[in-house]
């Protein structure tokens, strides 16, 4: 049974950080490609961030490009979602999303920005 299990998120000002972790079991992780989507209030669900198994390459939405990074670690199972310079339009649910190819997701983890 493949589980994504997310934390970090929160209650943060405009201009602090937070950093998104998402543990993976039941898959092998190390060929899954991984991104973290978001889904802001009254929008469809966006993707974020991608990172290719090998984190060969990553990919960013526009409005996050220079402010989130994403990464991994393979021996962990785990990768991250850096986040700074928060603003309240990032206030949203966020989910981590494994590609297998087939898609798995977590359950997703609230973050809000508000001062």
């Known amino acids: 049974q493949v589980q994504l299990v997310e934390s970090g998120g929160g209650l943060v000002q405009p201009g602090e950080s937070l950093t998104l972790t998402c543990v993976a079991s039941?898959?092998?992780?190390?060929?899954?490609?991984m991104r973290w989507q978001r889904q802001l209030p009254g929008k469809e669900r966006e993707r974020v961030a991608s990172i290719t198994s090998g984190s060969e390459t990553l990919l960013y939405e526009d409005s996050v490009k220079g402010r989130f990074t994403i990464s991994r670690d393979n021996a962990k199972n785990t990768v991250y979602l850096q986040m700074k310079n928060l603003q309240p339009e990032d206030t949203g649910v966020y989910f981590c999303?494994?590609?297998?190819?087939?898609?798995?997701w977590g359950q997703g983890i609230q973050v809000t920005v508000s001062s």
């Open positions: 039941g898959l092998t992780f190390s060929e899954a490609a």
């Open positions: 999303n494994a590609l297998t190819p087939y898609s798995y």
